[in-house]
């Protein structure tokens, strides 16, 4: 029962590189999302999706982008990582109405230094 | 961009002790959810309310939905080692996006 996939767990990265952050779920759901978790700050969205080739921005697009090709998969790209992005990085998805649960990966630890 | 404010950040309290966290808003939720996030995981979710004035009960936890659906509350009843964790409240404002709060960290002393 694999649910929402991310990889890698943890990285970490200098100033300027470029990295994806992958997502897989295999529950068939239309909505995914990525968040990121700052202490004391909760989590922020960054980009959504509400299904196969639409995505939107969230909160705090800004450093990155997504796609969404597949109904299964949503990654995140870093365009050039800066030290503000380090976060831990949440993807998670949804079936249906806003109400219904999301389900979240296990986060995706980023360090850029 | 709405805002949800959890309240208190940080609580420390004795097992077997009742405490209640809360959730605000100043623009009114179409949906709230409860998610209990653990250390080195993804938060879970707990419940979700819809209905202004809706109590939801899980156990030794008492979620209740304002009347006025821009504020929610989650009561522990006799606290255990178990509940320690970070609680989260999650708002729908009327669209796709799900809008969380800061967090209240809980820590239940044995």
């Known amino acids: 029962n694999a649910g929402v996939t991310q990889t890698p767990k943890f990285q970490v990265l200098k100033t300027g590189q470029s990295m994806t952050l992958q997502c897989a779920q295999d529950m068939n759901h239309e909505y995914m999302s990525w968040y990121r978790q700052d202490p004391g700050m909760g989590l922020r969205l960054i980009h959504y999706?509400?299904?196969?080739?639409?995505?939107d921005q969230g909160e705090v697009p800004n450093g990155y982008n997504v796609s969404r090709s597949t109904t299964e998969d949503f990654p995140l790209r870093l365009l050039s990582a800066a030290p503000s992005q380090t976060s831990v990085y949440f993807c998670?998805?949804?079936?249906?109405?806003?109400?219904?649960?999301?389900?979240f990966g296990e986060g995706s630890w980023l360090t850029v230094v | 961009t709405q805002l949800l404010e959890q309240s208190p950040q940080f609580l420390s309290i004795q097992e077997g002790e009742n405490l209640t966290v809360y959730c605000n808003s100043s623009s009114v939720f179409s949906s709230l959810q409860w998610y209990r996030q653990e250390p080195g995981e993804g938060p879970v979710l707990l419940v979700t309310?819809?209905?202004?004035?809706e109590v939801k009960k899980l156990k030794r936890l008492t979620f209740q939905f304002g009347d006025a659906r821009k504020d929610s509350s989650l009561h522990i009843t006799a606290a255990q080692p178990g509940d320690t964790g970070l609680y989260l409240c999650?708002?729908?404002?009327?669209?796709?996006?799900?809008?969380f709060g800061t967090g209240t960290r809980l820590t239940i002393i044995p």
């Open positions: 998670a998805s949804r079936s249906g109405a806003t109400g219904n649960t999301i389900y």
């Open positions: 999650a708002a729908a404002f009327g669209n796709e996006k799900l809008t």
């Open positions: 309310v819809v209905t202004g004035g």
């Open positions: 999706s509400v299904g196969a080739g639409i995505t």
